[in-house]
């Protein structure tokens, strides 16, 4: 078994050093990897990553010396950032409106289970190098996707933002034949689902590709980005003041262990309960709010509060800053609009980098400095509350595509009032409803294209045979003469 401590280094300081290192190298990693995504598209960069870490995951098995297994491992866990980020990105593109949460909670459960059956796996396996195998076997069965474009395709959200509409015209046409739709109909083809593409689009133009560094020039895009960046460092930052009191109370690994993955699983169950119905802003509120009263009462009143009490403060505190954490992710990934999302989701990604690297800075030094790195926290949890009131709510809403898109999203007011009492009109008016529907507009062209297509025989013309009513003359009638 291999032995994660160089020799002259105890095992205790040797793994806070390693995941400092580790975050420190996805602080980085997390950006270049989101450009790449955002100039090369979501499939390509999941396959990427994809590859890199099963080649580095082998290289892993084969190591023989405990120095090039760190070193391999550092990398590979770096790199499999790209693959969740990736996979983030394409699984929310693909969804409308009302499942978005759903759909981003249940990769969230996997996730949880996945910590759960590690420490089994550690126990069946015994070794490193076989546990190793048997992580990167999963990986070894996603290259796959690169044979199959059909199981993972490219993001048509993606590929019409950056107008590349033939690649997203074949991946429409591959979903409708997928999913059998418009199939059955002979008036409403699957062609007409390309007809407002074909309106909006009659040349192919250039694809336009955008990078992270265009947010300089937006101010609603950029300060969104840094409000989420500025909560998602809290809420990874802020739960080594929760866990360590957890460690006090309980010194057996396993307890810490199993609490902290047990408060991500009920944080995920929070949001999937709370998110749609109250709102993103709202429960990202919620969550700061508990998170920093939790704090603020840690900080002041443990040597005042019992044993039990403080425990109790430090799981509630546990479970909000999670939810603080994934909550501040999955609103990034909404409201950065698709052509810099990537990069932009990649800014944010670091910044939670950068608190987790900050915890395992504390446990390197031996938690010299907790208490000034408590209070820091404290305060930063309770400052992002004001910065939650500048964001957008994006409950059902559709995504942000464009630059201006995303400049377009503005933060609804605080408190709601009925349009009935304030700005009431001196008369009240109906607005007309518009007539086109885009629905019925390309029905209505394709019933047309299909007819043409198959009249042999163009229209005529045809003129009655009965002579009209009232003949026609050339000469204007005569004026009445003037009687007098």
């Known amino acids: 078994m291999y032995s994660l401590s160089p020799p002259d280094c105890p095992i205790l300081l040797a793994v806070p050093l390693f995941a400092w290192t580790r975050q420190s190298v996805c602080v980085h990693l997390h950006i270049w990897v989101m450009l790449v995504c955002d100039w090369v598209g979501r499939r390509r960069t999941l396959l990427l990553s994809v590859s890199l870490s099963s080649l580095l995951g082998v290289a892993v098995c084969l190591s023989n010396s405990p120095a090039a297994f760190q070193l391999l491992r550092l990398c590979q866990g770096a790199v499999l950032a790209g693959v969740f980020l990736s996979a983030h990105i394409a699984r929310l593109e693909l969804c409308d409106p009302p499942r978005r949460l759903m759909v981003s909670m249940v990769s969230g459960f996997f996730a949880v289970f996945a910590e759960l059956l590690l420490p089994g796996l550690a126990v069946l396996c015994g070794d490193w190098p076989v546990l190793q195998a048997v992580a990167t076997l999963p990986l070894l069965l996603l290259l796959s996707y690169w044979c199959w474009a059909s199981v993972f395709p490219e993001s048509p959200r993606w590929l019409l933002a950056t107008s590349q509409i033939p690649q997203a015209k074949k991946c429409l046409q591959l979903f409708s034949t997928r999913n059998g739709a418009c199939m059955r109909d002979e008036i409403y083809p699957a062609e007409a689902l390309l007809t407002e593409i074909d309106v909006a689009f009659p040349e192919d133009p250039q694809p336009q590709y955008h990078h992270v560094l265009e947010l300089r020039h937006t101010r609603v895009i950029w300060r969104n980005c840094l409000i989420l960046a500025f909560t998602l460092f809290i809420g990874t930052g802020i739960q080594y003041c929760f866990t360590r009191n957890i460690h006090l109370y309980s010194s057996q690994f396993y307890f810490g262990y199993f609490l902290r993955t047990v408060m991500g699983a009920l944080a995920c169950v929070f949001l999937c309960v709370l998110v749609d119905r ?117 409950k059902r809403k559709a995504l942000p595509d464009s630059l201006k898109d995303g400049e377009n999203l503005r933060r609804p007011p605080l408190f709601l009032s009925r349009g009935e009492r304030d700005s009431l009109p001196l008369l009240r008016t109906r607005q007309p409803a518009s007539e086109y529907n885009p629905d019925n507009y390309s029905r209505l062209v394709s019933a047309t294209r299909k007819m043409l297509a198959k009249e042999s025989v163009p229209y005529k013309i045809v003129i009655p045979s009965q002579p009209p009513l009232l003949p026609c003359t050339d000469t204007p009638q005569a004026e009445p003469e003037d009687s007098s």
């Open 278 to 394: 109250v709102g993103r802003r709202g429960i990202l509120l919620l969550t700061a709010i508990v998170t920093g009263l939790s704090s603020l009462l840690l900080l002041a009143l443990t040597q005042y509060l019992h044993g039990g009490l403080v425990l109790v403060l430090s799981v509630v505190g546990l479970l909000a800053s999670q939810a603080l954490a994934m909550l501040s992710v999955f609103f990034a990934s909404e409201v950065m609009p698709t052509v810099v999302r990537g990069g932009a989701l990649g800014l944010v990604m670091a910044a939670g980098s950068v608190g987790m690297a900050a915890s395992s800075l504390m446990e390197l030094q031996n938690n010299g400095g907790y208490f000034l790195h408590h209070v820091v926290f404290a305060s930063f949890a309770v400052l992002s509350v004001l910065c939650i009131m500048l964001l957008p709510e994006s």
